[in-house]
């Protein structure tokens, strides 16, 4: 079992940065790949980033490449989203996600970004 805490979201304006912070305990942290995933009120939950367990290899929804970084610190038990040039479309709920066997959730970060 493992738990995740998501922290790091708020209000930006268009352009603007935000860094997202998902502190997991519990279990061995470098055992598990880690994500990210958001979800946009009316819509489906949407798959944003993700990382290997040792961090070598990253992955990215086509919306977010070139603005948004995911990685990870075994040292701190965390996973880290920077996101920048945030657009209004990047509105949503930001969930952490710990995937060995099973999916793990986090309770989620509200990013909202005004036009």
């Known amino acids: 079992q493992v738990q995740l805490v998501e922290s790091g979201g708020g209000l930006v304006q268009t352009g603007g940065s935000l860094r997202l912070s998902c502190a997991a305990s519990?279990?061995?942290?470098?055992?598990?790949?880690m994500g990210w995933f958001r979800q946009a009120p009316g819509k489906e939950r949407e798959f944003v980033a993700a990382?290997?367990?040792?961090?070598?290899?990253?992955y990215y929804a086509d919306s977010v490449k070139g603005r948004f970084t995911i990685s990870r610190d075994s040292a701190k038990n965390t996973v880290y989203l920077q996101m920048n040039g945030l657009k209004p479309e990047d509105t949503a709920v930001y969930y952490c996600?710990?995937?060995?066997?099973?999916?793990?959730w986090g309770q989620g970060t509200q990013v909202t970004v005004s036009s």
């Open positions: 990382i290997s367990r040792r961090g070598g290899s990253t």
């Open positions: 519990g279990r061995t942290f470098s055992n598990y790949a």
């Open positions: 996600n710990a995937q060995l066997l099973r999916s793990y």
